[in-house]
Structure formats: structure tokens, C-alpha cells
């Protein structure tokens, strides 16, 4: 689910990209925010980070006694990114193992969809492995899949989202 959130976040910049000329300063900030919001990923509560959509304020600067840096308050919104269970979703294909198959979905790619949660489907091993069902329907790289997401957890060293889905129930699986 896409999710439109308010921030605020402690911009700091060193001494020396520091300009009296108030734009320049302001232009000096937002490059900073837009960079380390870049470098962030994720978190566990908004999930993964996909760009600043507007910067509402920045606060006065506080000098930081250690660094010599500016500290700068920044209000911004974002959107973000978050697979929710219960969710229904498309992803595609880009690896197939004997035990399920990986998808990308968004910005997300680890998302597992097991073979025990793919009703009727077997695996063709070979050179191009594949999933496929008695109703013809073939599960391969680069096909695009309607799932449910089962669960889904946040890993915290990796700042990225692992995700178990499945395509049992009506309407999920291969659309394309």
C-alpha cells in the first residue's frame, strides 16, 4: 500500500556548505534531506521510502559544539511503500526454485511464494524452470502474479521487508 506520511527530520551540514545567501542555504538543505532520505531504504513502521513529495518547513539552525555543523529541523512529506497482510497485490517472477518462487513487487524483492501455497501447481525442472497447473497456467520468470500477502516482516540489518505470499483463493495468480 502507498502511504502518504509527514516527517520531520534533524538535517545537519557541515560548516563549510554553509552560505550566507538564504536559497543557496535552503537548496544546500534539501539536497541533504533528499540524500540521506535516499540512504535510509526503510523502517519498520512506514515501510520503504520512495521519494519526498514537499518540504513544508525548515527550522532555525542550531550550531552542534562537537562537529561545528548546523542542525536544521525539516518538515516534509513523503510516500512511501508497505505490503500489509490481507493485501491483495501484483508482483513479478524473477527467480524460481523447486520450493517456490521469488517476486519483485514495487520496491520490495523478497517476496516468497511457496510451492505449498500454489494449489495444483507443480514444478518442471530444467534449463527455464517452471510452475504449472492443470489448467494450463504457467508460472515462469518475468510473469506478473496477483497475490495475497500472508505476512511480512522488517529486517532491521538489511533496512528491507521479507514477504510470504500466496495465490490460493479467487482471482490470484499468473495475469499475464
Given at each position: ?141 518475468g510473469v506478473a502474479v ?31
Amino acid at each position: 500500500m502507498y502511504v502518504k506520511s509527514k516527517m520531520t527530520w534533524n538535517v545537519v551540514l557541515p560548516a563549510e556548505n554553509l552560505d550566507i545567501k538564504g536559497l543557496m542555504l535552503q537548496k544546500a538543505i534539501i539536497t541533504r534531506l533528499m540524500s540521506e532520505f535516499a540512504a535510509k531504504k526503510a523502517s519498520k513502521d512506514l515501510g520503504y521510502f520512495l521519494t519526498v513529495t514537499t518540504v513544508g518547513s525548515i527550522g532555525e539552525g542550531k550550531v552542534r559544539q562537537e562537529s561545528g555543523g548546523v542542525l536544521f529541523p525539516v518538515d516534509f512529506s513523503c510516500l512511501t511503500f508497505k505490503m500489509l497482510v490481507g493485501e491483495v497485490l501484483e508482483g513479478v517472477v524473477y527467480t524460481i526454485i523447486n520450493k517456490g518462487v521469488f517476486l519483485r513487487c514495487g520496491p520490495a524483492r523478497n517476496v516468497f511464494l511457496s510451492h505449498t501455497m500454489m494449489k495444483d501447481y507443480r514444478f518442471v525442472p530444467g534449463e527455464n524452470p517452471y510452475f504449472t497447473s492443470p489448467k494450463s497456467s504457467k508460472i515462469e520468470k518475468g510473469v506478473a502474479v496477483r497475490f495475497v500477502v500472508l505476512g511480512q516482516k522488517f529486517v532491521e540489518a538489511e533496512k528491507d521487508f521479507q514477504a510470504l505470499v500466496s495465490i490460493n483463493g479467487d482471482y490470484l495468480g499468473p495475469i499475464s
